[in-house]
């Protein structure tokens, strides 16, 4: 009984240890089969789905996939000539990371998906983007500012990437397009014009939410995407940032928001954004995080190693 009672305690304390890499914290894993409907943005989920059952859409899909070479090869082009292409070669670790995340997020070839082309453009800009479309005989792009790169870390470039490759994996570009010009005819229409507009445009945040979801799966610790996004927004990686403090604003936002003068608050939600406001994506990504639904995706993961602790 005390071999077994040993042999038990061995096992579990073994169990624990191979959770761990190398530094101590806990294994990523890699989330083979992930399909995208497993981390989106419920408003997101439900539009694509809308679009995806709308008579006609095989068609405009079919359309778009067929002119998307063209414009993909005229930016293809342009990268090639003006920025720098990494590769095995060329910046191997950013490219480690990119597959890595590939890896992860089940965006390989196996996974339906070439890995990406990864490129860093000269800018003064911190950002990150990619056309989120599949092609379907290129690779897809993914760009990275000079300026993204030397204010994060590693983990912060990687959980940035991560979120383009959330775009890509759910081919934002595509389906949004398609619901735009699917409600072309609506926006025309009296009292309708308005309404559709605004599902549209909350259509567009939703997504974004959707792929900061898809860098937090990347980096599978929020306080590492919290960072990169603080980073992002402040302009500035010099003083330390505290992601608590950051969250603790977006309630005093709401607040003031809420006991505004209505004018204010009229002219403020009517505003037409491109992204969420910086408050709501942290805590927004701080919800999901402590969400059973995160913590089920990541339940059914593989362990994968990093490429760091491999060399070492």
């Known amino acids: 009984m005390r071999i077994l ?42 539009l694509t789905s809308f679009i995806q059952k709308l008579p006609g859409v095989n068609l405009a899909e079919e359309a778009l996939r067929r002119s998307f070479p063209i414009i ?29 995340a590939c890896e992860v997020l089940d965006l390989t070839k196996k996974g339906g998906c070439e890995v990406p082309e990864l490129y860093v453009q000269s800018s003064a800009q911190a950002n ?23 204010r994060c870390t590693d983990q912060e ?3 940035i990437i991560g979120h383009e490759l959330g775009h890509l994996k759910c081919e934002h570009s595509l389906y949004l397009t398609i619901g735009g010009l699917a409600s072309t005819p609506l926006r025309n229409l009296p009292f309708l014009g308005n309404a559709v507009d605004s599902v549209l445009q909350r259509w567009r945040l939703a997504a974004e939410y959707t792929c900061d979801r898809a860098a937090l799966l990347v980096a599978q610790d929020s306080n590492v995407v919290a960072g990169a996004l603080i980073k992002l927004f402040a302009g500035t990686s010099k003083y330390s940032l505290s992601t608590d403090a950051f969250i603790a604003q977006c309630v ?59 060399k070492e």
Do not use: M
């Open 5 to 46: 009672s040993f042999c038990t305690l061995f096992y579990t304390l073994f169990r624990g240890i191979s959770a761990l890499t190398t530094s101590g914290v806990p294994q990523r894993v890699a989330l083979k089969g992930l399909d995208n409907s497993k981390f989106k943005h419920p408003l997101d989920q439900d």
């Open 72 to 100: 993909e090869q005229g930016v293809r082009l342009d990268l090639l000539s003006s920025a720098v292409k990494t590769s095995s070669k060329q910046l191997p670790n950013l490219h480690n990371l990119l597959t890595e």
């Open 128 to 150: 990150a983007y990619t056309l989120a479309l599949q092609g379907r005989d290129t690779p897809p792009i993914v760009v990275v500012t000079s300026a993204l790169l030397d």
């Open 157 to 159: 470039i990687q959980a």
């Open 252 to 310: 005093e936002y709401d607040e003031l928001l809420k006991n505004a003068n209505p004018l204010v608050r009229g002219t403020i939600q009517r505003q037409q954004r491109t992204h969420p406001l910086p408050i709501r994506r942290v805590s927004e990504l701080e919800k999901w995080a402590k969400s059973d639904e995160y913590a089920s995706i990541l339940r059914n993961g593989v362990g994968i190693i990093d490429k760091k602790s491999e």
